[in-house]
């Protein structure tokens, strides 16, 4: 039972999604009604998640926020044509993710990675670094440093589309259903690009996973 | 390497490190003011120039209205012009024919008029190759389809029952109302052109060559017995075809019957 509900939870949007989505629908007739402040409402609730997207797609903070600015601008200028048929987090998320697309072909020879600091007091961080070593203090702090670089390193090794895939289902958390809608491809396909990509993350990080 | 972990984990384990990697509270303050900038010079940018044919978007419904009001005439009138070249009425396709009016056979050379009465005799007797069957004028009872013998006799010789259905053509393809002298000047000279064209192709001798005289010389001694038989030919075949199409007609009337068959 339970594992069927985690399934369906990985293969559909789940009902608070769902919910979520109304309540975007609702904001975003204000600003086709005119209310353009409304907009600013949406800017503050995604923005967190769009510029994790991108910069997990990137791995350079700086290209992170341009890109994600510019994704808000995109929404803003054509969200007259944004019928609600699809939820408003999904049109987002397909507009960013085909900038970042576009950006990483336009400057695939470059590659500069500027990390985000990993936060201590996230405990699904804390809880990792427990469970991978016992150091303390400076050494931890490297020993973070390290693992995030060899992360990152492991991530630009994908292609631009099993990178997408893996950080929409395995970092910000979307179903298969929504990393379809959001790159205008099969469920199929994002499973098998999902497989293929944790299978080459499984030999890059081969001394940290089991 | 100093970051050798002590315990292994999961690749989904691995990548959950990737979640809490999140931006200083500073950052998100000069984010938001890049938004703003970025927001503003989105709202004040120039629109560019093809926006403004919006307006004409309306002219351009229109267009396509007219466009298929055109295409409809169009097609109306073509339709009219192949269905009058088609299917031509029994007039027409007389009036098709390469015969001469007197008032051009006069304004030209008479030769070319004998020819060309020469190849309406030989139309009307089906005997033409590039009109092979016969031609009959519903409202033209007066063009009889002439017997093979007379046609074989026109082509070799002028006959006097060709050169008189051509005459008859002749006077059927000529107009009714005569030009305005105002317009075209005064009509006496060509009233003149016109009988003198007339006579000519009245009297077939007049317009005989060398090889015709000499036949006709030849013929000219069994001329009014030739006369009487076509005309007691003509009257015997009116009165058999009169006679064929009575029995086709009973045949018909009765309970569309012919042969035993039912149709």
Known sequence: MQASKTLEKTLMATPERKLEADADLAVVRQVQAGDVAAFDRLIVKYRERVLGVIYNMTSNREDAADLAQDAFIKAFQSIHRFQGQASFFTWLYRIAVNSTLSHLRRNRLRSFFSLESVREDDPVSKDLVDALTDKQGGERDAFIRELQEKLNEAMQKLSIKHRTVVTLFEIDGLSHQEIAEVMECSVGTVRSRLHYAKQLLQGELQPYVK | ?263
């Open chain 2, 1 to 263: 390497m100093s970051g050798l972990p002590e315990r292994k984990v999961t690749v989904e384990q691995l990548l959950r490190l990737k979640r809490a990697e999140r931006p200083s509270p500073e950052f998100w303050a000069q984010f938001e003011a890049q938004m703003r900038a970025k927001q503003l010079s989105a709202i004040v940018e120039r629109r560019p120039w093809w926006a403004g044919l919006s307006r004409f978007a309306a002219f351009g419904r229109m267009q396509v209205s007219l466009g298929a009001a055109a295409a409809l005439a169009l097609s109306f009138a073509g339709y009219r012009l192949v269905e009058g070249q088609l299917a031509p009425g029994p007039a027409s396709e007389v009036a098709a024919l390469p015969v001469r009016s007197p008032a051009a056979a006069g304004r030209s050379a008479a030769v070319p008029a004998a020819r060309s009465v020469r190849e309406v005799v030989a139309t009307v007797a089906g005997r033409t190759p590039s009109a092979p069957r016969p031609l009959v004028a519903a409202d033209a009872p007066h063009i009889v389809p002439a017997p093979a013998a007379a046609a074989l006799a026109a082509e070799t010789t002028r006959s006097p029952f060709a050169d008189g259905i051509a005459v008859t053509l002749a006077d059927y393809r000529e107009p009714v109302s005569a030009p305005r002298p105002d317009v075209f000047g005064s009509d006496r000279d060509f009233e003149a052109e016109t009988l003198t064209a007339r006579a000519q192709v009245a009297d077939p001798l007049a317009r005989m060559d060398t090889e015709a005289e000499r036949r006709a010389r030849i013929l000219s001694p069994a001329l009014p017995l030739a006369r009487a038989y076509a005309a007691d030919w003509m009257r015997q075949r009116t009165s058999t075809d009169d006679r064929i199409y009575e029995s086709m007609d009973r045949a018909m009337s009765d309970d569309h019957q012919l042969g035993g068959i039912r149709f």
